[in-house]
């Protein structure tokens, strides 16, 4: 598997990935009904951020993008997100992405990566952060609203270098 | 002191605030060279959102905006921004702002009011915020660079209704 930037000709693979993640409302705070324009405009980072794929063989696996959480006083610190396609689960791919997002911010002289809104219901993803050094910093009760299990809390999650 | 809602006529007496605020670093994450027409952007809200001021005879005092905190599944949770004019502080203009967002935000339905950054150094925010039924969830550690006092934490609170 390999991880590289993202180029406009990657959209019609990563689309469908946001699409199905976005519609499905179990783990991103995003617009469900949102278009491919509305996606493009919000997934794809310009400097100083930056948006990736992960590739294997032909095939495109998830997505992520990191940059600034913040601007002014606030932008020493970094944020990202990942999206993996359904079909590609469970084989390391969000590792990698994560792990990329960290050495990438690490370079680029952040203090830190912050995760703003994890749904606690997402177990998959709260336990690939803290094995790569996230806590979480507090909870949001039932800011989440999840299709089947209701109203779960949202975790800020932070990674301090 | 009266708060009504904000309209394009204000902008003139808005942005000196928004400008004196953001260029002071002390308290809010935006880019402190934002333009007046890129200020307007961020603090006038479109429905669902709202942007108010508090006025006093003819002097414009503050300003406060809010709306959803996040989309889609986070959409029930609202959000708020407060600034008061330099030489308005003390005399009880925040906390005739943020009674009205909470009037607002338990008026239209939102389950809570949640602040994504609070600067820990912003005691008064922090002190008024406590006094309205906010509390913090988590602080992210050195996430707010200080002119003066270096890095310092930014607080999540939240008030749920």
Same mark, same amino acid.
Not at 8 to 18: F, Q, S
Not at 51 to 78: C, F, Q
Not at 92 to 114: E, F, I, M, N, S
């Given at each position: ?44 980072? !310009?400097?100083?951020?930056?948006? $990736?794929? *992960?590739?294997?063989?032909? #095939?495109?696996? /998830? =997505? &992520? ?12 610190? !970094?944020?990202?997100?990942?999206? $993996?396609? *359904?079909?590609?689960?469970? #084989?390391?791919? /969000? =590792? &990698? ?29 709260? =336990? ?34």
């Amino acid at each position: 598997m390999q991880i590289r930037e993202f180029t406009a000709a990657d959209w019609p693979r990563v689309w469908p990935i946001v699409r199905e993640v976005v519609r499905a409302e179990e783990t991103f705070t995003y617009d469900p009904r949102m278009t491919a324009e509305q996606a493009y405009d919000i997934w794809v980072e !310009s400097a100083p951020g930056l948006t $990736v794929v *992960a590739v294997e063989d032909d #095939r495109l696996l /998830g =997505t &992520a993008k990191m940059g600034p959480n913040r601007s002014g006083p606030g932008g020493h610190v !970094s944020t990202a997100s990942f999206m $993996v396609a *359904a079909d590609a689960r469970g #084989r390391g791919v /969000g =590792t &990698a992405l994560c792990r990329y997002t960290l050495d990438w911010a690490k370079r680029r002289g952040y203090a830190g990566v912050q995760f703003n809104a994890v749904a606690e219901s997402n177990e998959r993803a709260v =336990t690939l952060y803290r094995r790569h050094g996230f806590a979480v910093v507090g909870t949001v009760p039932g800011a989440f609203a999840h299709p089947t299990l209701g109203r779960v809390g949202l975790h800020v999650m932070y990674h301090e270098f």
